[in-house]
């Protein structure tokens, strides 16, 4: 593309990455003043002095020990969430759990059988395998297994086709 340069005009030249001496690229903290009562002290880059290895050697570390500590303050506040987050999930699995044993408690305080029970002694009264019943009311056995111990409870129309079994049989 031209980008509005003509032809015959020599193109620059530039130097394949050379690097610019820390001197030039340090300026004095009294060079950085921006407020607007310093604005006119009349101090121009001529004036700053020039550094001396010790100066630019101390800037250089200076500028390490900053890069460091913002590093540092970053995977701090990473490992703080990421404790914060294992806390939460960790309590809200504390909750759940509670509430869980609250709710078999009460259950067994009052004495009413769950509904993975309750499937076991309609099986155990009709002689019926897991298989037997899963096929059925159209599931599998694992998901019987898996509501007789508790680890999960069937869908509403699981339910009502096994009371409609229950009913079919005359099961009270």
């Not at 990455?17 to 009294?30: D, F, G, K, Q």
């Not at 294992?86 to 759940?96: F, I, P, T």
Request: contains cysteine; glycine residues 4%.
């Amino acid at each position: 593309m031209n980008y509005g340069i003509p032809n015959n005009t020599p193109q620059p030249t530039i130097a394949p990455s050379t690097p610019v001496p820390l001197a030039e690229r340090i300026r004095p903290a009294w060079l950085c003043i921006t407020a607007p009562e310093h604005a006119n002290r009349g101090v121009s880059e001529k004036d700053t002095p020039d550094l001396t290895a010790e100066q630019i050697a101390e800037a250089e570390a200076e500028d390490l020990r900053r890069q460091t500590v913002r590093a540092l303050k970053k995977q701090a506040i990473q490992e703080e969430r990421a404790r914060n987050k294992l806390r939460n999930k960790l309590a809200d699995k504390a909750a759940r759990e509670a509430v869980s044993r609250a709710r078999q408690e009460a259950r067994k305080a009052k004495n009413t059988p769950t509904i993975g029970e309750s499937i076991l002694a309609f099986r155990a009264l009709h002689h019926l395998t897991r298989v037997a019943l899963a096929r059925l009311i159209g599931c599998t056995g694992q998901s019987i297994a898996n509501w007789e111990h508790g680890k999960c409870t069937p869908h509403r129309a699981i339910i009502e086709k096994i009371a409609e079994l229950d009913k079919a049989t005359g099961y009270q």
